[in-house]
């Protein structure tokens, strides 16, 4: 699995009293829309060869991608040791390719309508972002990748374990 490393913004040395003004996002596609997710959650980016990784449109409600929509895995950071024993935790989604990371303007970052967040049923839509586009600017989905509930089984309703990138050959 070839593998590309999203640095930590933690590992900079930008000293505390600095005011943060910008953020780094990974932006992708799911069909048409666009989204983004904070830097800080993702542990890198590799291939998507694992059958056993979640496609992450289904998961939140999307149509899944057409077969010819290439795609890459996303590893996902968590903020606690011990949640990641957990099997309902995902530690990996698949997602369409582009994959981008853009550093954004803090003031580009809008959250969701108070309407728009009662209604939603969907707890890992988090806001909009203003990306600049070749096509001009637009908005994207801000998402929280900790709270996309992993896969359940059709039969069960549990669980599945959640998949693992495997080491590298």
Not at 39 to 52: F, L, V
Not at 103 to 114: E, H, N, W, Y
């Amino acid at each position: 699995m070839t593998e590309t490393h999203v640095p930590h913004p933690d590992s900079t040395s930008v000293p505390a009293t600095a005011p943060l003004t910008e953020i780094d996002m990974v932006a992708f596609r799911l069909g048409a829309q666009r989204f983004v997710v904070d830097a800080r959650q993702i542990r890198g980016i590799g291939e998507s060869t694992d059958p056993r990784v979640p496609a992450l449109a289904p998961l939140i409600g999307l149509p899944m991608p057409s077969a010819r929509a290439r795609e890459r895995a996303l590893q996902l950071r968590h903020a606690s040791a011990p949640e990641t024993d957990r099997p309902d935790t995902l530690h990996c989604v698949r997602v369409e390719e582009p994959v981008s990371l853009q550093t954004i303007p803090i003031d580009a970052l809008f959250p969701l309508p108070r309407l728009i967040t009662r209604l939603s049923t969907l707890p890992c839509v988090r806001g909009l972002a203003r990306l600049p586009d070749s096509t001009g600017p637009g908005f994207s989905v801000l998402l929280d990748l900790r709270r996309i509930p992993a896969p359940e089984t059709a039969s069960t309703g549990h669980a599945e374990p959640a998949a693992r990138p495997g080491p590298t050959a």
